[in-house]
């Protein structure tokens, strides 16, 4: 008898953990990045307008998948994705972000880092401010490599 209430209960309780202002789930998210070129001319930015797929799970870990091949605004990119950390920030829907993207399988290899801030908006949707870091394989770094926006659409 009470089986059928338990399952009406457990998938109420999924759409409004989807719905809810958690960013859990996965989303459509469209990148605006400044790029800057030359680390000694930080006002000369390059702009970037990409999109990706980008999942986050329950339990705080995201994964971001990189489109590649032609009309790429970024032709020749060897990254395929990101993957890293998101936590609540304390204010409801608000989270930090942390991600690293590798260019290649070299042990010593660049490596690039994403560090962000970022919130569910009552209308559903995800923005999130970030930096991008280049990690260089004999420890200096390429702190000043740009700066962007991404906004999300949840996929349901």
């Given at each position: 008898?009470?089986?059928?209430?338990?399952?009406?209960?457990?998938?109420?309780?999924?759409?409004?953990?989807?719905?809810?202002?958690?960013?859990?789930?996965?989303?459509?998210?469209?990148?605006?990045?400044?790029?800057?070129?030359?680390?000694?001319k930080p006002d000369e930015?390059?702009?970037?307008?990409?999109?990706?797929?980008?999942?986050?799970?329950?339990?705080?870990?995201?994964?971001?998948?990189?489109?590649?091949?032609?009309?790429?605004p970024n032709v020749g990119?060897?990254?395929?994705?990101?993957?890293?950390?998101?936590?609540?920030?304390?204010?409801?829907?608000?989270?930090?972000?942390?991600?690293?993207?590798?260019?290649?399988?070299?042990?010593?290899?660049?490596?690039?880092?994403?560090?962000?801030?970022?919130?569910?908006?009552?209308?559903?949707?995800?923005?999130?401010?970030?930096?991008?870091?280049?990690?260089?394989?004999?420890?200096?770094?390429?702190?000043?490599?740009?700066?962007?926006?991404?906004?999300?659409?949840?996929?349901?």
């Open positions: 008898v009470f089986l059928p209430f338990l399952l009406a209960a457990a998938t109420l309780s999924a759409a409004a953990e989807r719905c809810s202002s958690s960013p859990a789930g996965t989303w459509t998210i469209k990148v605006d990045f400044n790029f800057i070129a030359d680390p000694s930015t390059v702009k970037f307008y990409l999109q990706n797929l980008q999942n986050f799970t329950a339990d705080g870990r995201t994964t971001s998948l990189l489109a590649t091949g032609e009309g790429h990119d060897t990254r395929v994705g990101c993957m890293g950390d998101w936590k609540p920030r304390g204010h409801r829907g608000e989270f930090d972000l942390v991600m690293r993207c590798l260019y290649n399988q070299a042990w010593d290899g660049v490596y690039g880092e994403i560090r962000g801030t970022g919130r569910v908006l009552a209308n559903g949707k995800l923005w999130a401010k970030f930096t991008y870091i280049d990690y260089n394989g004999d420890g200096s770094v390429f702190w000043d490599e740009g700066a962007g926006v991404m906004l999300g659409t949840r996929i349901q």
